[in-house]
């Protein structure tokens, strides 16, 4: 049930016309009665049961927060104010105009050892309306010597470039400032950020640098180039490493207060100190979380940025979106079009100043030119066809969205306490803090996955055993030693990758018992579930009599079988089904019903809400799959 938001019929739009005004305000018990008969019709309340307490509370999402995002909110939420955009807390926006004038900033990543590729890739983006660049450096990107290359032709008075070189950042942004003065470029024009995030190296390496170089960076852009930033405050490492949004959000104001501290010491004041810097925050498609995730990371930014002394003005934080790696599939890739599309709809909804949309192909390899011009293009989409940012700020006044970006927003303090309490963000990474927080979490949303209430489409669900896979050029490994990097649909990718590998596929069989409408539900479920891990499943059709159901696995048999059909027929049928399927030669039985005690002779059930990875597994090893 989505959330609702309740509409205004208190204006007529000409006088004698009153909007629904005929029907009375329906209230919140008479929604739950309506909440209480669907559960029971779909069976999530028995009909026998007594009503319960709080039907609504059967519909809840529990989060990785320590919040739970309910099926309904109202104006009874006790919420703070949100204020106007462009104004603290920043909420509804950094901008009073949000992205109306110009649209907001649609920046393409590149990278690459060849730096004539690059050219060539970067001219493309920009021709197709690309507005700033973000460069890679290091393992499988661009050598800092070939940034000239890399960027002939390219206008740096006209085009904002962005450095992620990682701990070579002071050497990029040296030839970075460089090409710029060979171009007669203005100090004053150049636009884009030098990149410099010792806090970010540190959590992806376990390396730690120091603040020296990023200081002198920020000093160079404080007295020389104001329409530079210095320092990235990058959070993709704890989204990627499995952590929730408030942990993101959390981890990214530790950075945050850790380079204000390191700049106004260096003898910075706290406005130009918070002007050096970007936020960069992953953007998944979760839209409601991520419209939530950027608006709290404003309002609660700007709390810091208030106690450090700095003016309203500067309270206001630049943010930088990045479509998910975590989210993206090797398999069935098209579907990180869509994805990557609610992604960004989410970023430019909660009210992203740059936006970075990663290509469909991104995680099997080298993008191709396909990739990039869809990725490019679905930016184009969202602001010249579907008019996005015309609107400011338009989750603004959403019971449901201001409830959860009060959430976040708590989350994320909680935790930013956690980690200054310890010390601040460089120790709590240093003692392993960090790492374990995110870990746990990690644990949890695993399970959540394995077990399909966290769905993948194409992998999890209505996986395509017949999809073609693409090849792409193999990249470089990125720098590890620090956090890990996972995806989501990494386990089911194991599985289908280890069944792909066979010369025949693996295969289990389906003994359906009963008529065609009596099996055809749970054999579904079931040929669904095995196909996420790469296995065929081969039906018996209707039978009437376990004779029926041996002749059929005489001619498609297999070490492991399923049987599906009603729990009626299960129990007059089962239990001398599976035994005559054993002494046929299966070795593993399973039943696909509701959970419970299946008869003696069945090995397993399988259901919505089983653990569909270690399912899997069990099957593998039963098939000999390695």
Known sequence: MAPTDRLSTTSSPRPGLSLAGEFP????????????????RTGRIRQDDPSPADAAALLDSPGYDGFTVRPLYSADADLPAAGVPGFAPFVRGSRPQGSVAEGWDVRQSHGGPDATAVNREVLADLNGGVTSLLLRFGAGGLAVDDLGDALHGVHLDMIGVVLDAGDEAPAA???????????????????????????????????????????????????EHPGLQAITVDALPYHD???????????????????LRWLTEAGLD?????????????????QFLTIAKLRAARRVWEQVARRCGAAEPARAQRQHAVTSSAMLTRRDPWVNMLRSTIATFAAGVGGAQAITVQPFDAAIGAPDEFARRVARNTQALLLDESHLAQVIDPAGGSWYVEALTDELARAAWRWFQEIEAAGGLPAALRSGMVADRLAATWDRRRAAIADRSEPITGVSEFPNLGEEPLHRAPVPAPPGGGLPRVRYAEEFEALRDAADARAQRPRVFLATLGPLATYTARSSFARNLFAAGGLDAVEAGPTETTADVLAAYAENPSPVVCLCSADEVYGERAADTA????????????????????PSEVDGLVFTGCDAVEVLRAAHRTLGVE
Do not use: I, M
């Open 579 to 598: 035994r005559a399927l054993k002494d046929a030669g299966a070795q593993t039985v399973l039943l696909a019903g509701k959970p419970g005690r299946p």
């Open 173 to 223: 942004a040296a030839e970075l400032l460089r090409l710029a003065a060979e171009q007669d470029v203005a100090p004053s024009a150049l636009r884009g950020n030098l990149g410099a995030d010792p806090l970010g190296v540190q959590a992806r390496t376990g390396r730690e640098t120091g603040p020296e170089q990023a200081v002198e960076l920020a000093r160079r852009c404080a007295a």
């Open 25 to 40: 305000r329906p209230t919140h018990e008479q929604w739950l009665e309506q909440v209480e008969k669907v559960l029971r």
């Open 270 to 286: 706290a406005d130009t100190a918070c002007g050096l810097l970007e936020f960069r925050y992953a953007a998944t498609a979760d």
């Open 241 to 259: 490493a499995g952590g929730s949004d408030g942990e993101e959000l959390g981890a990214s104001l530790a950075a945050g207060v850790t380079y």
